[in-house]
């Protein structure tokens, strides 16, 4: 195939390609708004981003680090799993310290889950299935509603109420959200507390997405969390959350979530925002347009879009960046980027807002198209 040609009568423009209107996702649906710190969730409040610490629970300093590293990817809520009573000490100091809000993740042990409320976490999140029972909410509910903090109410397929775990005429995500209206109406109608997120949590993509329909249809008021748990690695829980969550998302149903993955919880963060971003819903850091490459292309693509797609990973300011490999592929379906390089045969021309600027060699490429970029 010959070089990418631009002759003098197109040298300023790429051309206007227009396309069909893109579809546009349900509007988010309008819950009840509870306060996580200083983070709105429900209402119309914006979809928040979450991630689980995963240092040692005793450790402060290693928690606040990770916390630090998970603000700059753009994370908004962290949440720290207090295993045992003795790391209430660390978690009270992660509370005073952390830039962002602290949900204390408690399982089995009421008595911690108050305790956790009072050394200042902004949120609790608790499964009455494995806490003992309904009961055994009752003070965690007082010690919430003695500091003003919401309760998620935090529900998992592995950790059901036994009666119903054994109803053989429910499916799993009947299951799910049956324990959770009943725990939600025992909060509202038997407690009087209303500061309440709702989470129901498998690992299949399908049950996920059904329990999540049958939430928004039986507790409409109550906002929900969303995620995939246990997604697995970052290739496999990759998919699965963006197909599950980017489901849910576009319908308008989820108020804050979490991408759960075997991995850095950085890797989490930046994972949510390119999925908010793609759906359009938050836009946060660049987008890379780049097309497959295939026997037309006649530089080394592959390099180039890895090595653009890292100079730009730690920048927040939303914008379309395009690598194209050949006339194909661009640069006319690229047109709408604010920035991009479409490549020839060893060559590239950068071209900005639809203009092309200039054409430079394939070893230059890369530091071209970051130039380009710092003048947005």
Not at 233 to 247: F, N
Request: overall charge negative; some cysteine.
């Amino acid at each position: 195939m010959s070089a990418i040609k631009v002759d003098d009568a197109h040298e300023g423009e790429l051309g206007d390609m227009s396309c069909m209107n893109e579809k546009e996702h349900s509007p988010k649906r309008l819950t009840h708004k509870v306060h996580v710190g200083d983070v709105a969730i429900g209402g119309d409040s914006p979809i928040s981003v979450q991630s689980m610490l995963n240092a040692p629970a005793d450790d402060a300093r290693a928690n606040l680090e990770q916390i630090a590293a998970l603000e700059q990817a753009g994370c908004e809520i962290v949440r720290m799993a207090i295993p045992r009573a003795a790391c209430l000490d660390a978690f009270e100091k992660v509370c005073s310290k952390s830039p962002l809000p602290v949900v204390a993740d408690i399982h089995f042990d009421a008595d911690i889950a108050c305790e956790a409320a009072r050394r200042g976490a902004s949120k609790l999140r608790i499964n009455p299935g494995n806490i003992g029972g309904l009961a055994k909410t009752d003070p965690v509910i007082e010690a919430a509603k003695e500091v003003k903090i919401p309760i998620r109410i935090g529900v998992n397929a592995g950790s059901l109420d036994k009666d119903i775990a054994r109803d053989e005429t429910l499916s799993l995500s009947q299951k799910l959200a049956q324990s959770v209206t009943d725990y939600v109406s025992y909060f509202e109608r038997e407690r009087d507390f209303h500061d309440i997120v709702v989470s129901a949590k498998v690992n299949s993509v399908p049950s996920t997405i059904d329990t999540y329909r049958l939430l928004s249809k039986e507790l409409p008021h109550i906002p929900l969390h969303i995620g995939v748990t246990e997604a697995g690695t970052t290739m496999q829980g990759l998919i699965k959350s963006a197909s599950g969550l980017g489901i849910l998302l576009d319908e308008g149903i989820g108020d804050t979530m979490r991408i759960s993955l075997t991995d850095d919880p950085v890797v989490e963060v930046r994972a949510a925002w390119q999925l908010l971003s793609v759906l359009g819903i938050r836009l946060r850091g660049p987008e890379i347009i780049s097309c497959p490459t295939c026997g037309r292309c006649e530089v080394d693509m592959i390099p180039i879009a890895k090595a653009i797609e890292s100079a730009l990973s730690g920048i927040d300011k939303p914008m379309k960046v395009a690598v194209m490999g050949c006339v194909v592929n661009g640069p006319g379906e690229a047109s709408d980027a604010d920035v991009g390089v479409a490549c020839g045969c060893g060559i590239g021309a950068i071209f900005a807002n639809g203009k092309i600027k200039r054409k430079v060699s394939e070893s230059e490429i890369i530091d071209a198209l970051l130039e380009e970029i710092e003048q947005l």
